[in-house]
């Protein structure tokens, strides 16, 4: 029953109180989260866990690259490429988050976007307020502490799922401690600032970051996206597809 608590309480929480995570209540979640199930159970994972200075330190970078990257991004195209190639503007994760999405899951990453404008009172032709709400991510949305998630890149998509089954262990167990969290793929968007400030195997690549925290009471927080019907995600058997076709 606890476990279904958790589930239903659980969402990504863009909003936090100002307040240490006690390293022990730290250290017991993580390893709540270890009972994780994963492939062969090898748990091809890594946490890079920042508080602190260094938490501050790193979010000072990704902040600084974001504003040079979003001022750039509104540049004339020459000016574009030229900061591109001199600043540290580009992204240089491991990995890729800017997907294009194709058609069919547009409209739901769309309303998601829109969905949290909206609860945040942000007109949608406001960029520049839309611009800060996307800077809230490398603050952490306040959080005192981030952790940042490193897969092992040989084993292809399998140790993103391992890690996503650890990750939303991670998730139901703060719950439990009283905890908020919100995995953010942006924060795999620049990987240099978490790359220089701890030991990292070569194998081992950027998949998100997640921002953990006491939840503070604010709006944001209310927001969760409706989810698909069962029946949307459930494919028909052919059968009975060619029977509704007929
Ligand atoms: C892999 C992954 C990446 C995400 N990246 C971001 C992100 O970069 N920024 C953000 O604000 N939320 C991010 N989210 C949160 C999703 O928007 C959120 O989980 C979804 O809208 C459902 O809402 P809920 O978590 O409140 O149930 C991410 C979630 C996942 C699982």
Redesign the pocket.
């Known amino acids: 029953m606890e476990l279904i608590n958790a589930l239903n309480h ?3 929480i ?1 909003h936090y109180h100002n307040i240490p995570i006690p390293s022990g209540v730290m250290s017991r979640l993580l390893k709540q989260a270890l009972k994780a199930p994963s492939s062969s159970n090898v748990q091809p994972y890594r946490l890079a866990v920042a508080s602190g200075d260094v938490r501050r330190a790193i979010s000072d970078e990704l902040c600084e690259r974001y504003d040079r990257a979003s001022s750039v991004s509104r540049m004339p195209l020459p000016l574009k490429l030229w900061h591109g190639v001199t600043g540290k503007v580009l992204p240089d994760g491991d990995y890729n988050p800017n997907v294009k999405y194709p058609k069919e899951l547009h409209q739901r990453k769309f309303e ?1 976007g829109m969905g949290l404008y909206e609860t945040l009172g942000i007109d949608r032709e406001d960029y520049a307020a839309r611009d800060r709400q996307m800077r809230r ?1 490398f603050e952490f949305f306040g959080a005192p502490t981030v952790i940042f998630v490193y897969v092992h890149d040989k084993l292809g998509r399998y140790s993103a799922l391992d890690a996503g089954i650890f990750l939303q262990s991670l998730m139901l167990a703060a719950v439990d401690e009283g905890l908020g969290t ?6 795999a968007i620049w990987g240099g600032p978490v790359r220089e400030r701890f030991e990292i195997e070569a194998d081992y690549k950027l998949l ?1 970051g997640v921002s953990i925290g006491y939840p503070a009471a604010h709006p944001v927080n209310e ?3 409706a989810r698909r019907d069962v029946a949307d995600i459930q494919l028909r058997l052919r059968d009975q597809a060619n029977r509704a076709s007929a």
Request: glycine share 0%.
């Open positions: 659980r969402r990504s863009r998601c991510n919100c995995t953010q793929a942006a924060l998100c927001y969760q996206p």
